[in-house]
Structure formats: structure tokens, C-alpha cells
């Protein structure tokens, strides 16, 4: 099982530059979420989805855009890259709430560092 | 709102030291899950265990053990006879239950823990 898979692992953007880092799972697993990961900040999320077609904000929305047209990929998107959004990213999974045995048990991807100039 | 503290940025032991990591929260609801992940070196998220509000049960896996108390609203870590491998940065996390569902995680900002041979 490959779990949760993150592209690109490393990017370097210039100042009002645009991309979109792709995740994708294969475990089946209703809910995505995309966090990032500043020295001292902790994990804070940026955006969830609870399934295709829905996304929600987390703590730090502003300047991110996410889309989640199919269940297994979750496409977090920075349309004018700002050096404060120089970060590590990363996507995460789980099974929807309400299976509470595996309620919240989050399935991390690797991390995708990102270094806006 | 949900908060989680964790006031020990950083903690360095000598290998086979027992260390305590503190884990502290807030929550107005009466249902919610604890979480402990486990960032090593190389940058991957690890699970380590998940604990719900109802089951104030101490836990022990192998060295690790952790110590649930609703009254001080804490759950805390501990590594006994720590090694070398134990070395990483230590996240906790709070759900929230809601009735229809779990809120996502909220993290801690980590202990970095660093385990000297």
C-alpha cells in the first residue's frame, strides 16, 4: 500500500507564482485534510473535505484554495505564493467520523517542502 | 475552542533516562479524542496511540506509557529507558466530539525531544 503520496517533495516558487500540490490516497478513506508545518507553529490545518465535491476551512485558509473532485486525490492550490507561505505541507487521511474505532486516526503523507522567494 | 499545550519546546536526556513529555488541553466539549504522533528525523507523521475521553485508563506499550487525567486536563507521555531512536519531535492533538461527527485535529507545537548516547 502506497498510503498517502504527496507531489512535488521539494519547490522552490518565485513571489506571485502559482501551483498546486497533488495528494493522493488509496485506502479508501473518506476525509483529507491539508496541514502545514512551521518551526515553533506546530501542524496547523489549512483546509478538510469530508468527501468529493465538499471542502471546509481549518485555522489558516487565507491564500490556499482546495479542490476535491475525486475521493482519492486532494489538490491544495496557492494562486500568488507569498514568502509566508514558505512551509512544509502536509496532506493527511481518515476514515469519515463516525467509524468510531478509527475515529480521527489521521494517515500522513510524507511532506511537501515549499520555499516561496 | 479547542487549544492544546505543550509547554516543553525542548527536552534532552541521556540514553536509558526515563522523560515525561506534557501534553495539556482545552475543550468545552465532554467528548474528544487525544492523540500522540511522533515526527523522527527523517519528517514522516507516526501514530502513536488515540484515547477518548471516556477511558481514563493509564496505557502502556512496550516503553512507552501514557497517563490520562480529566481533572488536570492532561495527557502525558512517558519513555522509559530512552534510546537513541527515541530522538524526534513529539506532537499532541485534540478531536473534539460533536454529535454529528469529530472535529479535526488540533496539534500541539511539539516537544522536541533529543536522546544523547
Known amino acids: 500500500n502506497a498510503g498517502v503520496t504527496q507531489t512535488p517533495k521539494f519547490r522552490v516558487l518565485k513571489t506571485g507564482q502559482s501551483m498546486t500540490l497533488l495528494c493522493a490516497q488509496d485506502?479508501?478513506?473518506?476525509?483529507m485534510y491539508w496541514y502545514r508545518q512551521d518551526p515553533g507553529m506546530g501542524l496547523r490545518l489549512i483546509h478538510y473535505?469530508?468527501?468529493?465535491?465538499?471542502?471546509a476551512k481549518g485555522e489558516v485558509p487565507d491564500g490556499y484554495n482546495v479542490s476535491r473532485l475525486k475521493k482519492q486525490n486532494f489538490l491544495l492550490g496557492l494562486e500568488s505564493a507569498a514568502p509566508s507561505q514558505t512551509s512544509v505541507y502536509f496532506c493527511?487521511?481518515?476514515?469519515?467520523?463516525?467509524?468510531?474505532?478509527?475515529?480521527?486516526?489521521?494517515?500522513f503523507g510524507a511532506g511537501s517542502r515549499l520555499t516561496v522567494l | 475552542a479547542q487549544k492544546v499545550t505543550q509547554a516543553q519546546t525542548e527536552i534532552s536526556v541521556v540514553e536509558k533516562e526515563d522523560v515525561t513529555l506534557d501534553c495539556v488541553y482545552e475543550?468545552?466539549?465532554?467528548?474528544?479524542?487525544l492523540f500522540w504522533y511522533k515526527q523522527p528525523p527523517s519528517g514522516e507523521l507516526v501514530f502513536l496511540i488515540r484515547?477518548?475521553?471516556?477511558?481514563?485508563q493509564n496505557e502502556i506499550s512496550g516503553r512507552y506509557s501514557w497517563n490520562f487525567q480529566k481533572s488536570t486536563s492532561s495527557f502525558n507521555f512517558t519513555i522509559t529507558a530512552s534510546q537513541v531512536v527515541d530522538s524526534a519531535v513529539y506532537f499532541c492533538?485534540?478531536?473534539?466530539?460533536?454529535?454529528?461527527?469529530?472535529?479535526?485535529?488540533?496539534f500541539g507545537k511539539g516537544t522536541r525531544l533529543s536522546v544523547i548516547a
Open positions: 485506502m479508501n478513506h473518506e476525509y
Open positions: 473535505s469530508v468527501g468529493e465535491g465538499t471542502t
Open positions: 484515547r477518548n475521553s471516556f477511558d481514563e
Open positions: 493527511a487521511s481518515s476514515f469519515r467520523w463516525a467509524l468510531r474505532l478509527r475515529a480521527n486516526v489521521l494517515t
Open positions: 492533538a485534540l478531536s473534539e466530539g460533536l454529535r454529528s461527527g469529530n472535529t479535526p485535529l488540533v
Open positions: 475543550t468545552r466539549d465532554t467528548t474528544y479524542y
